[in-house]
T-cell receptor
Framework: AQSVTQLGSHVSVSEGALVLLRCNYS??????LFWYVQYPNQGLQLLLK??????LVKGINGFEAEFKKSETSFHLTKPSAHMSDAAEYFC???????????FGTGTQLKVEL | NAGVMQNPRHLVRRRGQEARLRCSPM?????VYWYRQLPEEGLKFMVY????????ESGMPKERFSAEFPKEGPSILRIQQVVRGDSAAYFC????????????FGSGTRLTVV
C-alpha cells in the first residue's frame, strides 16, 4: 500500500524567502505525484503533477517540485514567498493499480512580513 | 463550464439526524470521488463511483454511510444517525476517467453535528 508523508505540519517563512515543503512517498511502484493548495474554506486546487515525464515539474504561481526516486521524495519549492502563498498544501500520490489519490496530512504555510 | 458543485456549503445537524451531501460533477466527467477532511488528518478517501456503480468503497465506514451516483442527477453521500465525530469537511472530486490527472475538486460541504 502506498502512503504519503509530509514533514512539518506548519512552516513559517518571511516574505521573499525560499519556500520548501517536504513530501516523501512510499510505494512499490513509481507513482503519479501531485501537489494541491487549499485556501481557507475552499476546495483543493492543483499546483503541479508528476506523471513520469520530466523529473522537475513546474506548476502555477511560481511553484516547482522535483521527483527524486532515490530519495522517494517530491518536495515543493518556490524561490520567493509571497503573502498570497499562505495556505495549506497537500502532497498526494496515485499508483496505476489503484483507484484513489492518497493524501498527506498537509502543511500549513505561513508567510510573515 | 461550471466546476464541481457541492451543496450545501454548510450543514448543521443534531445528533441522530440524517445528512445528505450532494455533488454535481463537471460536465463530461463520469467518475466521482468523495473525501473527508478532519483537522490535522488531511483528506481521507471514502468512495469512488461511476454512474450507477460503486467502484471502490474501501474508505467508507461500515455503518451509517452510503453513497450513490444515479444515472440522472448528482452524487449523494448520505450519513444516517449522525454523531459528533462525523463533523468534518466532505469534498467531492470528479474526473473524465480513472486517472487523477483530471481530478477537479468541489468547495466542500462542512458538516457540523451538534
Amino acid at each position: 500500500a502506498q502512503s504519503v508523508t509530509q514533514l512539518g505540519s506548519h512552516v513559517s517563512v518571511s516574505e521573499g524567502a525560499l519556500v520548501l515543503l517536504r513530501c516523501n512517498y512510499s510505494s512499490s511502484v513509481p507513482p503519479y505525484l501531485f501537489w494541491y493548495v487549499q485556501y481557507p474554506n475552499q476546495g483543493l486546487q492543483l499546483l503541479l503533477k508528476y506523471t513520469s515525464a520530466a523529473t522537475l515539474v513546474k506548476g502555477i504561481n511560481g511553484f516547482e517540485a522535483e521527483f527524486k526516486k532515490s530519495e522517494t521524495s517530491f518536495h515543493l519549492t518556490k524561490p520567493s514567498a509571497h503573502m498570497s502563498d499562505a495556505a495549506e498544501y497537500f502532497c498526494a500520490a496515485f499508483t496505476g493499480g489503484g483507484n484513489k489519490l492518497t493524501f498527506g496530512t498537509g502543511t500549513q504555510l505561513k508567510v510573515e512580513l | 463550464n461550471a466546476g464541481v458543485m457541492q451543496n450545501p456549503r454548510h450543514l448543521v445537524r443534531r445528533r441522530g439526524q440524517e445528512a445528505r451531501l450532494r455533488c454535481s460533477p463537471m460536465k463530461g466527467h463520469s467518475h466521482v470521488y468523495w473525501y473527508r477532511q478532519l483537522p490535522e488528518e488531511g483528506l481521507k478517501f471514502m468512495v469512488y463511483l461511476q454512474k450507477e456503480n460503486i467502484i471502490d468503497e474501501s474508505g467508507m465506514p461500515k455503518e451509517r454511510f452510503s453513497a450513490e451516483f444515479p444515472k440522472e442527477g448528482p452524487s449523494i453521500l448520505r450519513i444516517q444517525q449522525v454523531v459528533r465525530g462525523d463533523s468534518a469537511a466532505y469534498f467531492c472530486a470528479s474526473s473524465p476517467d480513472r486517472l487523477p490527472d483530471g481530478y477537479t475538486f468541489g468547495s466542500g460541504t462542512r458538516l457540523t453535528v451538534v
